[in-house]
């Protein structure tokens, strides 16, 4: 039986149906027409999704089901902890991102229908399907199908980690979507393809433009067959000579990625969609989901918490962050474009209109620097996701960033290191294992880490993202809103931090803005109150002065 939410969430993509490609849609559209063009490639069509299981994948594939009326979609998944695709896809589906999605069907029968699990291998050779049953067809059978049926590509598949080695990174980053592109040169009913790289994938350039930037070391073939020659081990040997002035494996395999593309498969319709870091949803399908706490937000969380008190970083800085469903919805609108152009190269059109070349590789720098927060102003702006005032003010939500890299590790051995070594010794005393120091060890490297793009600023054009939001019709641009212009970010950061807690840390249900348990909150509040008690006796005992005034607040200090 549908909920009135899940009628409602129906009804609300339901006009999306009603669009239909028309055959003189050679044309170029005017700027906020009325026909739905982009909605109308999407519909009843097929769609292949690579990375459905990572964090922007997910919201693509939620937004996918619940609003862009396709076919058919198939969901390529790698084996993992002795779960096939099939059971990976179950698991998947059970998240709480897909609650809306679910609602809009009326069984789970009917959404199994409509995405379609397909199990791949990235270590299989030259191809990416195993040899042994996929599912319950065979192998031959499902590519054969894929073949035939897929007309757009979203090629979301990647290793973010920043230390993954060197070879692990090439071969899925450069490897598996080499793999995913030769699919695609064999299925006659393509329309588009959009590879999704990284804004940093050239971010040892102070400015970045929306083109392939071919400073690549040495030929990408020749990276892959020393990816498969040399072992690991060896491969780690020669890492800083691969990397040059790329800070990670991350970014260079997504370089090397985006040169593949250039070079061996722009002759598809292809285009390559770069996105800044990506953080919890704003509005889809619910706000403040996130599965993970990765790059920034896991530095803001482990600040809340009392866990970090300094941050390598420039507080003037420009964050680049960008909301997942905002990302998404980008993503969406890119592939029509894609698609749009790839029409007019067939066409024959030497220029399309307001572009510069239409023969150049479409890339789309997503960013508009005019809205983007900075780092002081992401961090400051998180307490408005604070239960109560009280909250708000407590002593362990403090931090400092500093842009000096021998005055943050001064100051990380005093507020991290120092008070690590204490808390172990605590715990020989209670005769538990000391975690605390191996602990601090592993945040100052994530610090360090992240510290290249906390330190750095870059120019970015964004003239091809900033062309897309003049392709969409009225109704579109509510459905399909990427401008980062239209973020209210006080309002974004309220659901910020209550939705990390909601969804990653599992902290019980929400009730009004609290979201722990009763007894968790009681001893949070001794935790701070303690922890407010130690820092007055240290003011007390030092200079007359802080004594002084210690004194005379007492009450107002105690009660912040």
């Not at 999407?42 to 009326?69: P, Q, S």
């Not at 067809?137 to 060197?166: G, H, M, P, Q, W």
């Not at 870059?458 to 900033?466: D, E, H, K, S, Y």
Request: include cysteine; proline fraction near 4%.
């Amino acid at each position: 039986m549908e909920t009135a939410e899940s009628v409602s969430a129906a009804e609300r993509c339901s006009w999306s149906n009603s669009s239909s490609i028309s055959s003189d849609d050679d044309h170029e559209e005017p700027a906020g027409g009325q026909e739905n063009r982009v909605l109308a490639m999407y519909h009843d069509a097929t769609v292949l999704i690579t990375g459905g299981t990572g964090f922007l994948g997910k919201v693509l594939l939620e937004k996918a089901l619940r609003c862009l009326n396709v076919r058919k979609i198939f969901l390529l998944i790698r084996r993992k902890d002795n779960l096939s695709a099939r059971e990976r896809l179950v698991r998947l589906l059970q998240d709480p991102v897909f609650e809306k999605a679910r609602c809009c069907y009326p069984s789970m029968d009917s959404l199994y229908a409509k995405v379609e699990a397909v199990q791949i291998d990235l270590n299989n050779g030259t191809t990416l399907f195993p040899r042994d049953a996929v599912g319950d067809d065979d192998s031959t059978a499902i590519e054969e199908r894929l073949l035939a049926e897929t007309e757009i590509i979203f090629n979301v598949l990647a290793s973010v980690k920043f230390n993954e080695s060197i070879r692990n990174a090439l071969a899925t980053n450069v490897g598996g979507t080499g793999k995913v592109l030769q699919l695609a040169r064999r299925m006659p009913r393509l329309r588009s393809v959009v590879h999704v790289s990284t804004l940093y994938s050239n971010c040892h350039r102070t400015a970045i433009e929306e083109r392939v930037y071919d400073d690549i070391p040495m030929d990408h073939g020749m990276i892959l067959q020393l990816t498969n020659a040399l072992s690991e081990q060896e491969m780690d040997r020669f890492q800083h000579c691969f990397l040059g002035p790329m800070p990670n494996t991350y970014t260079f395999s997504k370089q090397c990625a985006e040169v593949m593309i250039q070079k061996d498969y722009a002759q598809l319709p292809i285009g390559i969609f770069r996105p800044p870091i990506v953080i919890s949803t704003y509005q889809e399908p619910v706000p403040g989901w996130t599965d993970n706490l990765n790059g920034p937000s896991g530095v803001c969380m482990w600040t809340v918490k009392g866990l970090i008190h300094t941050i390598w970083g420039g507080a003037g800085k420009r964050a680049n962050l960008v909301p997942v469903d905002y990302c998404v919805n980008a993503i969406i609108v890119a592939a029509y474009d894609i698609w749009r152009r790839s029409r007019q190269r067939a066409a024959g059109a030497a220029k399309a209109v307001g572009e510069e070349n239409s023969e150049l590789l479409p890339t789309y720098n997503y960013m508009y620097p005019a809205f983007s927060l900075t780092w002081g102003k992401y961090m400051d702006m998180v307490h408005l996701g604070f239960e109560s005032r009280l909250h708000q003010m407590v002593w362990n939500y403090s931090y400092i960033i500093t842009a000096h890299g021998p005055l943050f590790r001064a100051l990380s051995f005093c507020f991290h290191t120092v008070p690590a070594f204490f808390l172990d010794v605590v715990q020989r005393f209670r005769r538990k294992k000391p975690i605390y120091r191996k602990a601090m060890q592993k945040t100052g490297r994530f610090l360090e880490l992240m510290s290249y793009f906390g330190t750095r600023e870059w120019t970015i054009a964004n003239g091809n993202v900033r062309r897309l939001r003049g392709l969409l019709s009225a109704d579109e641009s509510r459905l399909l809103e990427f401008d980062m212009g239209t973020i209210n970010w006080a309002e974004y950061f309220r659901t910020y931090i209550p939705g990390i807690r909601r969804y990653w840390f599992r902290e019980g249900a929400v009730r009004g803005d609290r979201w722990k348990p009763a007894a968790n909150r009681r001893f949070q509040f001794m935790k701070r109150l303690v922890q407010k008690l130690v820092w007055i006796w240290v003011c007390l005992r030092m200079t007359r002065v802080t004594s002084k005034f210690v004194a005379e607040n007492l009450f107002a200090l105690l009660i912040a």
